[in-house]
């Protein structure tokens, strides 16, 4: 069974600084790779979906880089604002199935 | 346009009762997931409607568990004979086709077994 772990759980930076989220998976026969972002008492927000085929997905101050044959992915955050602080959860897909981290927990500190 | 809505937002319930949770998906999605959420845990795929096909049930973790979905609209997931540990969030998200695209999120359903 796919199982996909994120690195570090909890995140606390100062207002501008980049940073990096870590995601990992243990079976790379996957179709796509998603990040989304999920605040308190919300439902999750779809951010960046980087098919199988491709190695990064841009959008704004987000890059997302995807490396299947080692399993691992990142989301980089240029010039975190405080309104970035949420929790950032990737999710690989399978031909059925969609499997998500445990997420990482970002505060980004004004 | 609307996007995917749950009902109830919050749910309490006492233990063995049965409950049922609510999905509205974006008009014109014809795949329709819901997943739970335990608190401090990630996101747990339950169930899986594409079209008019059998849905993918492998995600559900007992058959106190079940899921409707008429047509390519409204879902409902059943829990029958609730237990504490059904205490979770439940979310339900659609996309536009397969599993593979990207999926929008409902905000979910609390629901908290007493």
């Known amino acids: 069974k796919q199982e996909v772990t994120q690195i570090p759980a909890a995140l606390s930076v100062p207002e501008g600084e980049n940073l990096v989220l870590n995601c990992s998976f243990t079976?790379?026969?996957?179709?796509?790779l998603q990040w989304f972002r999920q605040d308190p008492g919300k439902g999750l927000t779809s951010l960046l979906l980087?098919?199988?085929?491709?190695r990064e997905q841009t959008s704004g101050r987000l890059n997302a880089s995807l490396d299947k044959s080692s399993g691992r992915s990142t989301l980089y955050i240029a010039a975190s604002q405080p309104g970035d602080s949420a929790t950032y959860l990737c999710?690989?897909?399978?031909?059925?199935?969609?499997?998500f981290g445990t997420g990482t927990r970002l505060t980004v500190i004004p | 346009g609307a996007g995917v809505s749950q009902s109830p937002s919050n749910k309490v319930t006492e233990k063995g009762k049965d409950v049922e949770l609510r999905c509205d998906p974006i008009?014109?999605?014809?795949?329709l997931y819901w997943y739970r959420q335990r608190l401090g845990q990630g996101l747990e795929f339950l169930i899986y409607?594409?079209?008019?096909?059998?849905?993918?049930k492998s995600g559900l973790p007992s058959d106190r568990f079940s899921a409707e979905r008429t047509g390519e609209s409204v879902s409902t997931l059943t829990i029958q004979r609730t237990q504490q540990e059904d205490s979770a969030v439940y979310l339900c998200?659609?996309?536009?086709?397969?599993?593979?695209?990207?999926?929008?999120f409902g905000p979910g359903t609390r629901l908290l077994v007493l």
């Open positions: 999710a690989v897909s399978g031909a059925n199935n969609l499997f």
């Open positions: 998200a659609s996309s536009e086709g397969a599993i593979q695209e990207t999926q929008y």
């Open positions: 008009s014109g999605h014809t795949a």
């Open positions: 980087i098919q199988s085929s491709q």
């Open positions: 079976d790379s026969a996957i179709y796509n």
């Open positions: 409607f594409q079209g008019n096909s059998a849905p993918d």
